[in-house]
C-alpha cells in the first residue's frame, strides 16, 4: 500500500526558496513525481524522477529552478524549489508519476509566493 505525506510548504517572497520532503513507503520501484494543484487549475506534474537510474524530467515553467531527488532506500522524495514566483503558488503533492485523479493522494503542502 502507498502511503505519501508532504511538508515543507509556507509562505515565501518572490525569488526565495522552499524545500519540500515527501515520505514514502510502498513506492522504492516507482518512478516518483512531484505535482501541484493552483486555485482553479488542473493539477500538473511539475518534476519527474526514474526509480530505475535518477533521471530527471521537468515542467518547462520550473527547468533551472526546481530540482527533484531521492534519497537511496526510495523512501524520502525531495523538491528543491529556488527562484519562486507566485505562479508556483499552489498545493503540492508527491506521487507515483503515473498517478491520476483516481490514485490516493496525500494532503499536500501549500506553498504561497507573496509579497
Known amino acids: 500500500q502507498v502511503q505519501l505525506v508532504e511538508s515543507g510548504g509556507g509562505l515565501v517572497q518572490p525569488g526565495g526558496s522552499l524545500s519540500l520532503s515527501c515520505v514514502t513507503s510502498?513506492?522504492?520501484?516507482?518512478?516518483m513525481a512531484w505535482f501541484r494543484q493552483a486555485p482553479g487549475k488542473r493539477r500538473e506534474l511539475v518534476a519527474r524522477i526514474s526509480w530505475r537510474d535518477n533521471s530527471t524530467s521537468y515542467l518547462d515553467s520550473v527547468k533551472g529552478r526546481f530540482t527533484i531527488a531521492r534519497d537511496n532506500a526510495g523512501k524520502r522524495l525531495y523538491l528543491q524549489m529556488n527562484n519562486l514566483e507566485p505562479e508556483d503558488t499552489a498545493v503540492y503533492y508527491c506521487?507515483?508519476?503515473?498517478?491520476?485523479?483516481?490514485?490516493?493522494w496525500g494532503p499536500g503542502t501549500q506553498v504561497t509566493v507573496s509579497s
Open positions: 510502498g513506492t522504492s520501484s516507482f518512478n
Open positions: 506521487n507515483v508519476a503515473g498517478a491520476n485523479d483516481l490514485t490516493g
